[in-house]
């Protein structure tokens, strides 16, 4: 929760220099955005590890739930390693998406469940969770960091 926080404020300050809609087309930004974070949710859902990774910008930072924050090459290896090792069903509920300039963040719920290819109870989920968004040199948008909390669903 605590780092949650943390990325938190530093998305709002990293906008709060900017003009809170600077685009030309932000109509075209968001559904640009909407795309790469769709590819992030399929690629992710269907094992695909490489177009997992492909919805970030090389220096990408992922900074899971209990555990440390990875980048970069550790992201890579890390994304591998998950999707290796568990099957992945998510969705993601859209709760807010601020456009300044070159950047966005996209505040997201989600509900997900992680089921161990070695066998084992699936972990069912759901959350809360922020991405910071980077448009590049190519016009294209990228994660640039992705952090979410989260906890069992309730029973009942």
């Not at 968001?30 to 790469?36: C, M, P, W």
């Not at 509920?93 to 070695?118: M, N, S, V």
Request: aromatic share 8%; with cysteine; proline share 6%.
């Amino acid at each position: 929760m605590f780092r949650f926080c943390i990325c938190a404020a530093l998305a709002v300050g990293l906008l709060a220099g900017c003009a809170a809609n600077d685009s030309p087309d932000p109509a075209a930004d968001r559904a640009a955005i909407r795309e790469v974070l769709d590819q992030e949710v399929q690629a992710g859902s269907a094992g695909d590890a490489d177009g997992f990774i492909a919805a970030f910008s090389d220096d990408a930072t992922v900074i899971p739930p209990g555990a440390p924050a990875v980048s970069g090459d550790a992201f890579r290896q890390w994304a591998r390693s998950f999707f290796e090792q568990v099957d992945v069903q998510v969705e993601y509920e859209d709760r807010q998406i601020i456009l300044a300039d070159d950047h966005a963040i996209h505040h997201y719920g989600f509900d997900w469940t992680i089921t161990p290819k070695a066998g084992g109870e699936p972990l069912v989920e759901s959350g809360e969770g922020l991405h910071i968004l980077r448009r590049a040199e190519d016009g294209s948008w990228r994660i640039t960091h992705d952090v979410w909390n989260a906890g069992p669903q309730p029973e009942g």
